[in-house]
């Protein structure tokens, strides 16, 4: 999903509006190994930033809890998922760009899988708004797509935050499959995993609230255990909000990516068939999706014609290779 789905989404006048594991398969079609791709074992490493990556990985008008994290979760990611990855080759007017009045500035990195592997690519995002109120809307994002020699579940993370106090989070491994079809997907990635107790601490604090976006479409591409919340601290503190996001999100945020990462992206799930063909066209539909909903309309707003052609034309070629 990522955009979405990493979801991103419009910027308009009002603050927000949005949008032992592995067990036997029933499936003829697919056949487990137990045996993984070459990942380094070694999470959260500092990350090691070629100049192509520098201005991304600033992550430069969000706090310092909120960008620490951002650059544990892509760090960990291609730390993990180096030797199936190709660099960076977005031109650099499309890794960074901005509207003619400076009010819009936004970073994109991405970075598709070798054809050897199970990677499509993982692609990372942040958006800069100012507002008419006079603060700001920041949007940070990151999410990594399999390829549909795999069935395994996506990863998506996105921050929304339309001031200091104020934040929606979306966290999810997106299902690539019928759960109901389904059940012992189901049980593999979502039951085996105790994968919804995330949402559930992070519900018990006080500021926290689920969120439920007005997009049906977004609702029904997550996954029953996708923490999806809105967080509000009282308007004079501003330090409680750091605080929920290094003491509450940042752990939850890291063992969900470590969970997606060694059930999902490093252990091989061999798909052939009519069932792999199923899966590229649902994915495409997915991808295809989200330029429609979550970027078609926004970026012309945001951006102003001749940049979001420029970037979106680059988006749709990589959600289309």
């Known amino acids: 999903?990522?955009?979405?789905c990493a979801y991103l989404l419009p910027c308009t006048a009002s603050p927000i509006s949005l949008s032992p594991f592995l067990p036997p398969s029933s499936s003829p079609t697919l056949r487990f190994f137990r045996n993984r791709i070459p990942c380094s074992k070694s999470p959260l490493m500092e990350p090691l930033h070629s100049e192509s990556q520098t201005k991304f990985?600033?992550?430069p008008y969000v706090s310092a809890p909120h960008r620490d994290l951002m650059v544990q979760l892509v760090s960990s990611v291609e730390t993990r998922l180096e030797s199936a990855l190709q660099p960076c080759t977005l031109p650099p007017d499309v890794q960074y760009y901005q509207n003619p009045t400076g009010s819009a500035h936004a970073a994109l990195h991405v970075r598709s899988g070798l054809p050897s592997s199970r990677i499509d690519f993982i692609?990372?995002?942040w958006v800069h708004c100012k507002l008419p109120t006079g603060g700001a809307l920041n949007i940070t994002s990151l999410s990594a797509y399999l390829r549909p020699s795999t069935d395994a579940p996506n990863f998506l993370i996105e921050l929304i935050r339309s001031s200091p106090v104020s934040l929606i989070l979306i966290l999810d491994l997106p299902p690539r499959k019928d759960l109901v079809l389904h059940p012992e997907y189901l049980k593999e990635f979502y039951e085996d995993t105790q994968l919804d107790r995330h949402r559930q601490l992070l519900e018990k604090l006080p500021e926290v609230r689920p969120y439920v976006s007005s997009s049906l479409y977004i609702r029904?591409?997550?996954?029953?255990c996708a923490v999806m919340v809105s967080i509000e601290a009282p308007a004079d503190q501003t330090s409680c909000m750091e605080e929920i996001i290094r003491d509450h999100i940042s752990p939850i945020a890291k063992e969900m990516l470590e969970t997606w990462l060694d059930m999902c992206a490093c252990v091989e799930r061999e798909v052939g068939g009519d069932e792999s063909a199923g899966l590229g066209r649902r994915d495409q539909i997915i991808k295809n999706k989200t330029i429609?909903?979550?970027l078609g309309s926004s970026f012309p707003r945001l951006f102003g014609e001749e940049v979001a052609n420029r970037v979106l034309g680059v988006l749709r070629d990589i959600y289309n290779a």
């Open 1 to 4: 999903m990522a955009v979405s």
């Open 57 to 59: 990985m600033e992550f």
């Open 123 to 125: 692609l990372g995002s």
């Open 220 to 224: 029904s591409v997550v996954s029953p």
């Open 292 to 294: 429609e909903i979550d």
